[in-house]
T-cell receptor, first 116, second 112 residues
Framework: GAVVSQHPSRVICKSGTSVKIECRSLDFQATTMFWYRQFPKKSLMLMATSNEGSKATYEQGVEKDKFLINHASLTLSTLTVTSAHPEDSSFYIC????????????FGPGTRLTVT | GQSLEQPSEVTAVEGAIVQINCTYQTSGFYGLSWYQQHDGGAPTFLSYNALDGLEETGRFSSFLSRSDSYGYLLLQELQMKDSASYFCAVRDRWSGNTPLVFGKGTRLSVIA
């Protein structure tokens, strides 16, 4: 199956700083990537859909100025958490849709963000 | 929008069979998927049902009834490593830009 990587896997930052999370499709091109957020023992909540060459589409209630998404190339999407606060501490997971006609969605290993 | 309901927790004995139910409400429906997630890990795909009936993949089976907006995941011969969270998920459109929407997840604990 297709492989999606994320970096870093864990990050600890101080309040007020910004953190960038990278998501890469390793063996395929992804014009679209999805960003999810997951709190402990909770579901995956879709934050936004990242589109190569155009603006991301954010879900209702997600602050686009706080969670900056850039889809720089066909294999890279980044999520930047700006001016992070402790309540932003969460597990962030990116995902890419499967190849044309596929019903599967491929997930990265996730990034654990802790804001102190 | 979409909503999916599944039990929050299930406990079962090693070697037994367990069924995790999922009911959904969507504006459109393009299949019901099941994903497994171990603590701290990424979701991994288990199965997909587009049509009514049972799909079997090894110890795992998944069932769908579109008329009832209902599906379930059946895990047989439970092993300790099956302890994880299980999510049902749907898409309401069929396009590459449509993300999966997940249920709240069912935490399965397998005990000896």
């Amino acid at each position: 199956g297709a492989v999606v990587s994320q970096h870093p896997s864990r990050v600890i930052c101080k309040s007020g700083t910004s953190v960038k999370i990278e998501c890469r499709s390793l063996d395929f091109q992804a014009t679209t990537m999805f960003w999810y957020r997951q709190f402990p023992k909770k579901s995956l909540m879709l934050m936004a859909t990242s589109n190569e060459g155009s603006k991301a589409t954010y879900e209702q209630g997600v602050e686009k100025d706080k969670f900056l998404i850039n889809h720089a190339s066909l294999t890279l999407s980044t999520l930047t958490v700006t001016s992070a606060h402790p309540e932003d501490s969460s597990f962030y997971i990116c995902s890419a849709p499967g190849l044309a006609g596929s019903y599967e969605q491929y997930f990265g290993p996730g990034t654990r963000l802790t804001v102190t | 929008g979409q909503s999916l309901e599944q039990p929050s927790e299930v406990t079962a004995v090693e070697g037994a069979i367990v069924q995790i139910n999922c009911t959904y409400q969507t504006s459109g429906f393009y299949g019901l998927s099941w994903y497994q997630q171990h603590d701290g890990g990424a979701p991994t795909f288990l199965s997909y049902n587009a049509l009514d009936g049972l799909e079997e993949t090894g110890r795992f089976s998944s069932f769908l009834s579109r008329s009832d907006s209902y599906g379930y995941l059946l895990l047989q011969e439970l092993q300790m490593k099956d302890s994880a969270s299980y999510f049902c998920a749907v898409r309401d459109r069929w396009s590459g830009n449509t993300p999966l929407v997940f249920g709240k997840g069912t935490r399965l604990s397998v005990i000896a």
